[in-house]
């Protein structure tokens, strides 16, 4: 079993910066995949950023402000959140592809509240 753990989440004004971390441990052999989605009240979870061993991708919204990174050694990844909007205010929940033996699966954390006041 693999567990998600996010921390960072909190409350900032607009401008603000926040930084969150995501680390992923148990029956890990390797993760291909990272990302970060979001989920507002009253609407779906969207993707924010993901990050693979080729590159990184970005939601349109947040192009320029935020950036994903990984700690490869440490089966963490990250999400600074710069000039912070209140339109950001969200659910912030980390996903990873892993695989111990057989095919990769897919695993949730829990999810860190970021909340931007105008």
């Known amino acids: 079993q693999v567990q998600l753990v996010e921390s960072g989440g909190g409350l900032v004004q607009a401008g603000g910066s926040l930084r969150l971390s995501c680390a992923a441990s148990?029956?890990?052999?390797?993760?291909?995949?990272m990302g970060w989605y979001r989920q507002a009240p009253g609407k779906q979870r969207e993707l924010v950023a993901l990050i693979t061993s080729g590159g990184s991708n970005y939601a349109d919204s947040v192009k320029g402000r935020f950036t994903i990174s990984r700690d490869n050694a440490k089966n963490t990844v990250y999400l600074q959140m710069n000039s912070l909007k209140p339109e950001d205010t969200a659910a912030y929940v980390c996903?990873?592809?892993?695989?111990?033996?057989?095919?990769?699966?897919?695993?949730w954390g829990q999810g860190t509240q970021v909340t931007v006041s105008s």
């Open positions: 996903n990873a592809e892993v695989r111990y033996y057989g095919p990769y699966r897919s695993y």
């Open positions: 148990g029956s890990i052999f390797s993760i291909r995949v």
